[in-house]
Every structure is written in structure tokens, then in C-alpha cells.
């Protein structure tokens, strides 16, 4: 039984026609880093948010931070199925990540501004993310980039949409 419990996780040789998965998974732990700092941030606005546009902003940050906490996972598994090892320490999250912390409180409408530039400069990423895995015929790392830039760039249109009222 003891020795069930010593397995110690290594990267392994992946043979599947994709190229370079070493670029590859450090751009998978990039957007994996910019994920997880944007779940806190937006799960904050989520706690913290007051005003008229509580409701508004607490359902949609809510369905935003479990879509992306769930994604996390996904990117996660994409980097082990690579044969690379997933980022494991909380110094490397943030050592990765571009998500800024915003400075000082924050009003209902800055709030979705901050997070609508937030999920904007992932948003960013993945479409890099698309096209390095694209190069190198990864054609899963660019589906999922592509997809969850999909949902960046329609979190970021609705945040902006809030942030006007």
C-alpha cells in the first residue's frame, strides 16, 4: 500500500505529431496562470460588488468564475496530455500570469471594466496560444484556445455592456 502512495509526477515522452510540445505547454500554463488569477479576481468583484447593479454583476460574475474555474482543469489536463507537468505552485501562477491586480476599491462599473480588460488581454493570449499550437500541428490546444477565447471575448462584451449603465 505504501508504495501506491510514492509515485512522484514526471513529464513523459508524447508521441502524437505535434511539435514543440514544450512551447506549447509553457503557453497552456501561461493562459492556466491568467485563468486562476481572473477566477480570485472575479469571484472578489463577485463578493464585493453593491449598488443598483449587484444582481446583474453578481449572477454574471458567478457563471464567469465557475466557467473559468472549470477551464482551468481542461488547460490543465491539455499540458498533461502533452507530456509536460502542469504549473503546481502558487509563485509560478502568479510569476506567469499578466492578470493585474486593480489598485484601490473599485465601483460597480469599474469593477466590470477591470475584469472586461482582464478577460481581454487572455483573450489575447489565446489567440497566440491558437496560433503557436496551429504551427505546430496541435490541432486540440488550438480548439480549446479557440474556444476559450470565445467565451474571454464574450465575457469582456458583457462586462463592458454593464460597466455603461
Excluded at 458567478?62 to 509536460?84: K, P
Aim: proline content about 3%; some cysteine; charged content about 25%.
Amino acid at each position: 500500500m505504501t508504495g501506491a502512495l510514492t509515485a512522484v509526477p514526471s513529464p513523459d515522452k508524447v508521441e502524437t505529431g505535434v511539435r514543440d510540445t514544450g512551447a506549447i505547454a509553457d503557453g497552456l500554463a501561461d493562459v492556466l496562470a491568467d485563468t486562476y488569477r481572473l477566477v480570485f479576481k472575479t469571484h472578489a468583484c463577485h463578493w464585493n460588488v453593491e449598488g443598483p447593479a449587484f444582481f446583474s454583476m453578481h449572477k454574471l460574475t458567478e457563471d464567469q468564475y465557475e466557467n473559468m474555474f472549470s477551464a482551468a482543469d481542461q488547460l490543465a489536463e491539455r499540458i498533461r496530455a502533452l507530456g509536460h507537468l502542469a504549473p503546481s505552485r502558487m509563485g509560478e501562477i502568479l510569476s506567469r500570469s499578466k492578470i493585474e491586480d486593480p489598485c484601490g476599491d473599485l465601483s460597480a462599473g469599474e469593477m466590470a471594466q477591470d475584469l472586461a480588460s482582464s478577460h481581454e488581454r487572455i483573450a489575447h493570449r489565446m489567440h497566440a496560444l491558437a496560433e503557436l499550437a496551429s504551427r505546430r500541428r496541435d490541432i486540440v490546444t488550438e480548439d480549446l484556445a479557440t474556444a476559450r477565447s470565445a467565451f474571454h471575448e464574450q465575457a469582456a462584451w458583457m462586462l463592458r455592456a454593464i460597466a455603461k449603465s
